[in-house]
């Protein structure tokens, strides 16, 4: 059986090892919503390195639409094939491009699936996904092809809530919000990415980090990947852990918006 | 086993399906809690609730349920809200029956002259009593008073029954850089641009697909299709309720405000304000300074039915605001009375809606009376998400 205990360079929470356990023996998605930063999209490539599988990422835009994700009917080339002769323009097979999700359906071996970010497309589109997900099986008309997983992917959906998901569509998942960490998880999660890291200056990085997240005139929170940005900027300016919470330098790091910034300089000591 | 639980869970308002509840007892079954209280909780609360704004309601229902059963919790987010409940002060120590029937006979004319009166006279603090501009009290005027009627002066209306709002005339301004998330009403807003897609337009646009498509399957001969063009033709005149009671709901409003400026897609966009309802003037900003906006009239004579017109406002005034003849111009042909006006927009504009940010009062209530009148006159729907999209459903019908 797959079990996912978390990887080298990934720290999870508990909570997030049993979700992440229970979407797989249960063979359901695994839905992650959580602040941005908080790593949703790393936890996929975690899983995919723990479990030694292949991961498949199809990244959703705006545009994307559930029909891509499952193939797509070149019937332009198809048509240019036609017009100057090309071989094999009978075979329809031949024009019909199978997307991600079925990439991961087809796959010779148990894959790892990342849909990331799903609440970047229309507001249907998860609901065009409810019968492939449930079942892991789709139909080509074009062929009379009826494509089914040989090994269930384990598909993991990551969401910023930028819009609502539909009541049937969450039925089917199992849900885990990533909670931003903790001071000692934090820690943790810093060790692995910069192992040698002085322990003076991460324990006052941490303090200043903390204190500015707490501000509630800070309407931009920063977020994991944005104290691992400033932490290699001080470790490469060379600045003295003393200076960093009196003095917060390479506040651009932290803050991008300048809001933020202006409202900072005004309440920090 | 433990079915109470389900239901418990649904009469906290968690929509936990059949299908959530099979998936629950198929985990149990492969014993995925590990055995463990805590495994029970998590494997529970993953499997069930599918918002983290859910997970304090699920924490109760399990607390609950499950009380008997040693656990670990920190304090339960009821806890902090009683602990949080402001406390209301004991005015009714206060309360002057005479006095106030003597109040309730005097007319808005006097009333404005005696706190002119006052204010002359007037040099120190006053609470609780029944003469002096203060708090607490008696008298006609001041702040959170019992008074029935009364002018307000200055702080947030505790009682709501100041008919008008005297000295505090600084409306915010739903302008200022406020950073509010308005993602939520852009989401509720952007279905005022879906449905409009489908108006009834000529098709005019080259539509590449279905060109393609159709040529395919015509065996590669040319057949050009058009498409109706997609361009959202929704124009919008939101008129907002600012000032006065609406003070309560400024983030709320300015929210909504930033939503819809910022969300752009429409073909003209419209925005005036209004003191708690519309008369013979809209005005350009909050502040509803003199002369700077239009009249109501030029609106309705120059903006063509096809507006979908979206009112904001709490519906909350004293009647004679609502259909009194208090704001009235001196010319006789036009509407006399704020119902009047309301009604010229209901007969000029097929699609009208009134978002409401505040509940109905309480039944039998002062406040009730227009809220009802007005709600008669219009749709009316709550400012919230899923009111907004009502809403928005109902100014696409046809």
């Known amino acids: 059986m797959n079990e996912f205990k978390g990887s080298q360079n990934y720290v999870a929470s508990e909570e997030l090892l049993r979700a992440a356990n229970i979407a797989m023996v249960l063979g359901k998605p695994l839905l992650i919503k959580g602040e941005p930063g908080t790593g949703k999209t790393m936890l996929a490539e975690a899983i995919a390195q723990s479990l030694g599988k292949k991961l498949i990422i199809w990244n959703i835009k705006s545009t994307t639409k559930a029909q891509d994700g499952l193939y797509v009917y070149d019937v332009v080339q198809r048509l240019y094939d036609s017009q100057f002769g090309g071989q094999g323009v009978d075979d329809i097979e031949k024009y019909v491009k199978l997307g991600k999700l079925g990439e991961a359906f087809t796959a010779d071996e148990q894959v790892v699936l990342l849909i990331d970010e799903i609440d970047k497309a229309d507001l249907e589109f998860p609901n065009d996904l409810l019968w492939e997900l449930d079942r892991m099986e789709f139909h080509i008309p074009e062929t009379k092809q009826t494509i089914t997983a040989k090994h269930r992917p384990v598909v993991i959906i990551t969401s910023n809530a930028e819009k609502e998901l539909p009541d049937a569509f969450l039925r089917r998942c199992v849900f885990h919000y990533i909670e931003f960490p903790d001071k000692e998880l934090m820690a943790q999660i810093v060790r692995v990415h910069y192992p040698d890291l002085d322990q003076r200056l991460l324990t006052q990085v941490l303090e200043a980090f903390y204190r500015i997240r707490q501000l509630p005139q800070v309407k931009k929170k920063p977020s994991t990947s944005e104290i691992l940005d400033w932490l290699q900027a001080l470790t490469w300016g060379g600045v003295d852990p003393a200076r960093v919470v009196k003095e917060v330098p390479y506040l651009g790091v932290l803050l991008k918006k300048n809001e933020d910034m202006d409202a900072m300089r005004r309440v920090w000591r | ?398």
């Open chain 2, 1 to 398: 086993m433990f079915e109470d639980f389900l239901y418990l869970l649904r009469r906290y308002g968690l929509k936990v399906s059949l299908t959530e509840w099979m998936t629950l007892m198929e985990a149990l079954d492969k014993g995925l809690h590990n055995s463990s209280f805590t495994g029970f909780y998590y494997l529970c609360r993953c499997l069930l609730v599918k918002s983290e704004a859910d997970f304090d309601r699920f924490d109760r229902a399990f607390l609950e349920y499950f009380k008997n059963v040693p656990f670990q919790q920190e304090v339960s987010q009821e806890l902090l809200d009683w602990l949080n409940r402001p406390d209301t002060l004991l005015d009714h120590a206060n309360w002057d029956e005479e006095q106030a029937l003597k109040n309730l006979g005097l007319s808005e004319e006097e009333i404005e002259r005696m706190l002119r009166e006052r204010m002359a006279e007037q040099n120190e603090e006053h609470n609780g009593g029944s003469y002096w501009v203060g708090t607490h009290g008696m008298s006609t005027f001041g702040n959170s008073g019992l008074s029935p009627t009364g002018i307000r002066v200055g702080g947030e209306s505790k009682y709501k029954r100041a008919f008008r709002v005297a000295g505090e005339r600084r409306f915010r301004d739903f302008r200022g850089d406020n950073t509010l998330d308005t993602r939520q009403f852009q989401v509720a807003l952007r279905k005022l641009r879906q449905f409009s897609g489908l108006v009834d337009l000529p098709p005019t646009e080259f539509d590449v697909d279905s060109t393609i498509q159709d040529t395919a399957d015509n065996a590669g001969v040319l057949k050009v299709r058009y498409k109706r063009p997609r361009e959202n033709t929704v124009k919008v005149l939101l008129l907002m309720d600012s000032g006065g009671s609406m003070d309560y709901y400024a983030q709320m409003c300015s929210a909504l405000f930033q939503a819809v400026s910022k969300s752009g897609h429409f073909k003209d966009l419209k925005v005036f304000y209004f003191h708690n309802c519309v008369y013979s003037w809209l005005y350009n900003t909050p502040r509803q300074s003199y002369g700077d906006g239009v009249m109501t009239q030029w609106v309705l004579d120059n903006l063509p039915s096809d507006w979908k017109v979206i009112f904001v406002g709490d519906a909350q005034m004293a009647p004679y605001e609502l259909s009194g003849g208090y704001y009235r111009t001196n010319a006789k042909d036009t509407p006399q009375s704020g119902l009047d006006w309301l009604n010229c927009f209901r007969e000029r504009y097929p699609h009208v809606i009134w978002l409401n940010p505040s509940p109905r009062p309480d039944w039998g209530g002062y406040w009730s009376q227009t809220y009802d009148t007005i709600s008669d006159i219009f749709p009316m729907f709550p400012l919230t998400v899923e009111g907004l999209e009502e809403g928005m459903k109902k100014l696409l019908s046809r």
